[in-house]
């Protein structure tokens, strides 16, 4: 996977997310899980695809992602984006999370995950699929 591939001229990372993780998302373990993760940057990689096609989009590809740290209770999860290209039947989107501690020496921030994501449109509402 290419995390180096050239943006859309003038698109630059964006904040498409920031959320916090609450007691209830918390594993039985008392960890985040993954599937939190995971839940959040689906909803972060599809802000830019749906605003470039103008309706809802539906995750159809998941490149290799890279996982270096996991959020905590109490952090901040903020997710950055930018479309790496877009046309008219779907958009690829570059997706980075950060998380952010509040540690005894103040804010500290590290890198959760990044990855490429690929969107297509829906079928508009009442209409039926090809």
């Known amino acids: 996977m290419a995390f180096d591939s ?20 918390l594993g039985i373990g008392g960890q985040i899980p993954i599937g939190w993760v995971l839940g959040q940057l689906d909803q972060a990689g599809a802000v830019l695809p749906g605003g470039h096609f103008r309706r809802n989009v539906a995750l159809v590809q998941l490149d290799a992602i890279e996982v270096e740290a996991m959020p905590v209770l109490g952090d901040f999860v903020t997710f950055r984006a930018r479309l ?7 958009a690829r989107v570059e997706v980075q999370a ?13 890198q959760v995950l990044r990855t490429c994501l690929v969107y297509v449109p829906l079928p508009a509402e009442g209409s039926m699929p090809d």
């Open 6 to 25: 050239s943006p859309i001229p003038g698109e630059g990372l964006q904040t498409v997310l920031r959320t916090i993780p609450m007691p209830a998302d």
């Open 84 to 90: 790496l290209d877009a046309g008219a039947e779907r």
């Open 98 to 110: 950060l998380r952010t501690s509040r540690g005894a020496q103040g804010p500290e921030q590290e």
